[in-house]
């Protein structure tokens, strides 16, 4: 994370957990409108919450984690294709990851969205949380706020982060 803005670093913490599980294969059945691959996404990411909620710790994510206490989150994923996959859950107040669902939350606060490849390389990494901090850096996986207030405040997050790149 060195050389880092600290946002991006911040960032980087929240959705390297939650890469660092999804893809691969499993036994959930898709839902409708999701990817044939969505059941294996969500399955991967559902085994990785537990070791995801022991690992994560709110001072690792300095004054950014007041912004990301209480979110509701959906994690898109997109294949070359065009397919779509995403899985969701809500921050609590330590951001541990809690009601995970294997599917889009009408209630998110936060989008984050990445394609399959990206996904794909960072699980493929020997180091994931530094392959996922490279395509945060890139641009590769974006962050965005939903509704009117959250879409202001992460935008002005992501144009100060720009900046500091």
């Given at each position: ?52 909620n022991d690992a994560v710790d709110p001072e690792d994510y300095g004054p950014l984690a007041g912004q990301l206490r209480g979110e509701r989150v959906n994690m898109v ?89």
């Amino acid at each position: 994370m060195i050389g880092l803005p600290t946002t991006t670093r911040i960032a980087a913490l929240v959705f390297a957990g939650l890469l660092v599980v999804a893809g691969g294969t499993g036994t959930t059945v898709a839902q409708s409108g999701q990817a044939e691959w969505a059941g294996d996404l969500y399955d991967e990411f559902d085994a990785m919450v537990p070791a995801y909620n022991d690992a994560v710790d709110p001072e690792d994510y300095g004054p950014l984690a007041g912004q990301l206490r209480g979110e509701r989150v959906n994690m898109v994923v997109t294949d070359g294709d065009g397919s779509q996959a995403t899985a969701s859950f809500r921050l609590d107040d330590e951001l541990r990851i809690q009601d995970q669902r294997p599917e889009h939350r009408s209630d998110a606060t936060l989008k984050l969205s990445t394609d399959r490849e990206t996904m794909t390389d960072i699980l493929d990494s020997e180091t994931p949380a530094t392959a996922f901090q490279t395509a945060v850096a890139d641009g590769d996986i974006s962050i965005d706020g939903v509704g009117p207030v959250n879409a202001v405040k992460w935008f002005l997050i992501n144009v100060v982060a720009d900046l500091l790149r």
